[in-house]
């Protein structure tokens, strides 16, 4: 008898049920759908059946899984792969935000010495940023793939573009992105990196699917504006961190594994039709599944943003985050120049890669073909608004 813990069969697919060695044939651009059935064996019903193995050069349903869908590759060459790169997910809508997520990746680069592959949603970017990006990943040495995602039909909808993006950053973590990649960073576009990424990657999650940085609480003059300590979010907490959305490492193995994805969507689609709930929902969707979905705190120098930081710390500060100060009300442009001092040399720097690539271009970006990948398918308060 073979270790594995499970008989198993198949239909929808191409080949007998009883085949180990499933073949699909894909002749039209219209879903397939394959079911798996698996039934424990007796002498196994206490094994995990998404076990990543417990015998050495032994691997779970889930990795063979992952071998299938990643071309038959052999997992100790796809694990060699996951190792030397960083991958980082981002979005931005509109120029500012699209100059702010230039200056972001260049502020990785210039501190992560692992190679990096960024991810950025094609749904929202405009064809100047599509069309500049190839050239800047020649000139740094660096990959970047474009990733779009249909909102299912199925799942609520959101009618405002900002609500969208949010939804974007967090309900769909599991099916973005292929099963080859392990781990996903998400930085947002307005935040400079002062240091190496690769930190972060492989900091520790004690089994928590992702880790979020907490908000800061140094900053007192702010303490009116922390929404957390009292009402709901105090009861439903109970001690623990409020999490912001800014800074985020999934262990994507571990999330798919739980189903992660699909309890955060089950919780919003209950959640987001009444209007007085989700009012960030990046933020409170993850906060208010801590029970559930449990949220492992990175350390607070992880991020630091002046609002709800103070001073002393921010000499510690491993990124930093232009966050809205719902008190001064700041333009970001202005803040940045003013608290982040790198920033301007970094904006001057993509500026002149700009004007070469033009003159280069006779004035004009010229076309780039798209690398996109189509995957399977409360109270008001302060937000680092796109």
């Known amino acids: 008898m073979s270790w594995t ?62 071998w299938g869908l990643t071309g038959g590759q052999k997992q100790e060459e796809v694990k060699q792969d996951k190792e030397d790169v960083i991958n980082i997910f981002s979005l931005a809508s509109g120029h500012l935000y699209e100059r702010f997520l230039r200056i972001m990746m260049l502020s990785v680069l210039k501190n992560t010495k692992t190679p990096v592959k960024f991810w950025f949603l094609k749904n929202y970017l405009s064809p100047t940023f599509k069309n500049f990006i190839p050239y800047m990943a020649k000139k740094y040495n660096f990959q970047y793939e474009l990733v779009q995602y249909k909102w299912p ?24 992105f292929p099963l080859a990649v392990d781990k996903i960073l998400f930085v947002d576009a307005d935040q400079i990196v002062r240091t190496d990424l690769k930190d972060l990657r492989d900091f520790n999650l004690d089994g928590a699917p992702y880790g979020y940085t907490p908000f800061c609480d140094s900053r ?34 571990k999330f798919r594994k739980i189903a992660a994805g699909d309890r955060l969507r089950g919780q919003y689609q209950g959640l987001s ?37 103070d001073e002393a710390s921010k000499k510690k500060a ?69």
């Not at 039909?153 to 973005?176: M, P």
Request: proline share 6%; charged share 30%.
């Open 5 to 66: 813990p499970f008989s198993r069969s198949h239909d929808g697919t191409d080949s007998a049920p009883e085949d180990k060695e499933v073949v699909v044939v894909l002749n039209d651009f219209r879903s397939k759908t394959i079911k798996v059935k698996v039934q424990k064996k007796p002498d196994k019903m206490n094994e995990d059946l998404l076990s990543e193995g417990t015998h050495e050069n032994e691997s779970g349903f889930w990795d063979s899984l992952t």
């Open 153 to 176: 039909r199925w799942l609520h909808q959101q009618t405002e573009k900002q609500r969208i993006i949010w939804g974007y950053k967090i309900l769909f973590l599991d099916v973005l």
């Open 220 to 253: 007192r003059e702010m303490d009116g504006y922390r929404f957390w300590r009292s009402g709901y979010w105090a009861s439903h907490l109970a001690g623990r961190k409020y999490h912001i959305s800014a800074l985020y490492v999934v262990d994507l193995k």
């Open 273 to 309: 039709q009444d209007p007085n709930s989700l009012s960030n929902l990046d933020q409170d969707l993850p906060n208010n599944m801590i029970h559930q979905v449990p949220i492992k705190s990175l350390p607070q120098e992880w991020l630091w943003c002046e609002t709800w930081c």
């Open 318 to 386: 491993k990124t930093i985050d232009l966050c809205n100060n719902p008190m001064t009300k700041e333009p970001k442009l202005e803040a940045a120049v003013r608290i982040v001092p790198e920033w301007q040399d970094y904006d001057q720097e993509i500026k002149r890669l700009y004007s070469r690539i033009l003159e280069e271009t006779s004035g004009t970006v010229a076309d780039q073909p798209d690398v996109i990948r189509q995957p399977n398918t409360q109270d008001h308060k302060p937000h680092d608004d796109l």
